[in-house]
């Protein structure tokens, strides 16, 4: 189930069922777990007079690792009102922490904890909930083989905000901005959606939706809540993603420019990326080129290369028209590198913004 699938069976839950004790909300996109807290906060404190609100609407913040300042909270009943809301963000109980054993010299990892210090605290409250009061737990990161996990699952509802698929962030993603365009009265071409959806970088493993709601705002007050947002409107106001240019980097390398190629890399490093960040996205966008490349050699035509690929349309036609100057053995090639200079960071043999440079240098030199 995706996002925004389970954020709107959230939305109809609140409306037709009763409200659970205890709610953890978690996952890669961030913008849906702050938003699930407020359609919680707002039917837990509806009938909450608001002189009273200040004494029922609690936040807290779980880095502080103050299990039993929560727990209290939890076990104290609402006050004057039918309900009390306690909003616990960054609750890091949920999260497995590696145990260690003691060695000569340093402490060892052993296997993961099946308990958080937290779990014992928890425990009685999560079974016998004090009448009226919700908790909702906003966390960083969640394994669900946890007692404390399934305790939340089984007296509670869970909710992870991660798409599974790329296809499902871009139907997300998709649907997303034409909800948002209605609601701001705004019109945008397939076109210029497609352009929009590519520059904003829609990816199941990193959060999107806030930037896309930022970004659209930043062109409806351009366009002044009115009229269509055109290609050449996004061209002017949208800051690119990181993947956008990681585009960059490859389609110089397809032009065997190598100056062009290392400028493009050099505005990541400027941007503030990470560099093995930069790598992964470099790898995995070699990976789509050599994917498209096959298929185009299989016989495949373009537009049927790109639906085969998935994802969005935008990105998905610009790799397929990319991979037709590269041979499938380079691209192998540079993969490979990839891996190679991934590895060499990792068990520090080599520097990965030095990696990238050379590799760039390399390719180009062949031609």
């Known amino acids: 189930m995706s996002a925004l699938t389970l954020y709107q069976q959230l939305t109809q839950d609140l409306k037709s069922k009763a409200v659970h004790p205890i709610y953890l909300f978690h996952g890669v996109e961030e913008w849906y777990v702050q938003q699930a807290a407020q359609l919680v906060s707002q ?79 928890f425990s ?73 959806l590519g520059l904003i970088g829609i990816d199941e493993k990193a959060p999107f939706v806030r930037k896309l709601l930022q970004e659209l705002d930043k062109l409806a007050a351009f366009k002044g809540y009115k009229g269509a947002i055109k290609a050449e409107d996004i061209d002017l106001l949208i800051s690119r993603s990181a993947e956008a240019k990681v585009f960059d980097v490859t389609d110089a390398l397809s032009g065997r420019d190598a100056q062009k190629a290392l400028l493009a890399l050099q505005q990541l490093w400027q941007d503030g990326e990470e560099p093995l960040m930069v790598l992964s996205m470099l790898s995995r966008h070699f990976r789509q080129l050599l994917l498209g490349k096959e298929l185009l050699v299989a016989g495949f035509c373009p537009d049927d290369a790109a639906a085969k690929l998935g994802g969005h349309p935008f990105v998905t036609g610009k790799i397929v028209q990319a991979a037709r100057a590269f041979n499938v053995p380079e691209l192998k090639s540079y993969l490979h590198s990839c891996f190679e200079i991934d590895h060499a960071a990792k068990t520090g043999q080599g520097e990965p913004v030095l990696g990238m440079e050379m590799l760039i240098v390399r390719a180009c030199k062949k031609y």
């Open 124 to 196: 009685a409250v999560f079974k016998n909930p004090t009448p009226g009061v919700v908790t909702v737990f906003q966390a960083d990161s969640v394994n669900m083989r946890l007692s404390l996990s399934m305790l939340a699952k089984k007296h509670g509802a869970v909710y992870n905000f991660s798409a599974v698929k790329r296809n499902e962030a871009v139907q997300d993603a998709q649907f997303l901005l034409r909800e948002a365009l209605q609601e701001r009265g705004l019109t945008m071409p397939p076109a210029a959606q497609q352009k929009f």
């Open 43 to 121: 039917k837990v404190l509806q009938a909450v007079d608001s002189p009273l609100l200040p004494f029922n609407h609690i936040g807290l913040d779980g880095r502080y690792g103050d299990a039993a300042r929560i727990v209290q909270e939890m076990q104290t009943p609402p006050f004057f009102a039918e309900s009390k809301l306690i909003v616990v963000s960054h609750a890091p109980f949920f999260a497995a922490k590696k145990a260690t054993r003691k060695g000569e010299d340093a402490e060892v990892e052993s296997e993961e904890s099946n308990e958080t210090p937290a779990s014992e605290q």
